[in-house]
């Protein structure tokens, strides 16, 4: 299993970044999905959540209204697409997979990838 985050990077307040995670290894369709973040000096939290057929999404109160998840299960992709960014989002973004949604709610998914870094200036 391999889930590769792509689309970290440095943006002002105020910007917009979109995460891709590029999946590999095992059937996309069969899992759902998300994201996790750490921020220095703090644990791993939920971020997103979309369960396997997409028809459904959940988002920590953070983030709501200003990320949406989305993926693409003929491409094995999965988005995070991130409007408004704060300073407080400045962490170290994780694409997660596991079968069950509640695990990846939970910050327990079975797969993580490696992480890709997100710096919001002020």
């Known amino acids: 299993v391999q889930l590769q985050a792509s689309g970290g990077g440095s943006v002002q307040s105020g910007g917009s970044l979109r995460l891709s995670c590029a999946a590999s290894?095992?059937?996309?369709?069969?899992?759902?999905m998300g994201w996790s973040r750490q921020a220095p000096g703090r644990d791993r939290e939920f971020i997103a959540g979309?369960?396997?057929?997409?028809?459904?999404?959940n988002y920590a109160d953070a983030v709501k209204g200003r990320f949406t998840i989305s993926r693409d299960n003929a491409k094995n992709l999965v988005y995070l697409q991130m409007n408004s960014l704060k300073a407080e989002d400045t962490a170290v973004y994780y694409c997660?997979?596991?079968?069950?949604?509640?695990?990846?709610?939970?910050?327990?998914?079975?797969?993580w990838g490696q992480g890709t870094q997100v710096t919001v200036s002020s």
């Open positions: 290894g095992f059937p996309l369709d069969y899992y759902a």
């Open positions: 979309i369960i396997k057929g997409g028809g459904s999404t």
């Open positions: 997660v997979a596991d079968l069950k949604l509640h695990s990846i709610m939970v910050v327990t998914p079975e797969h």
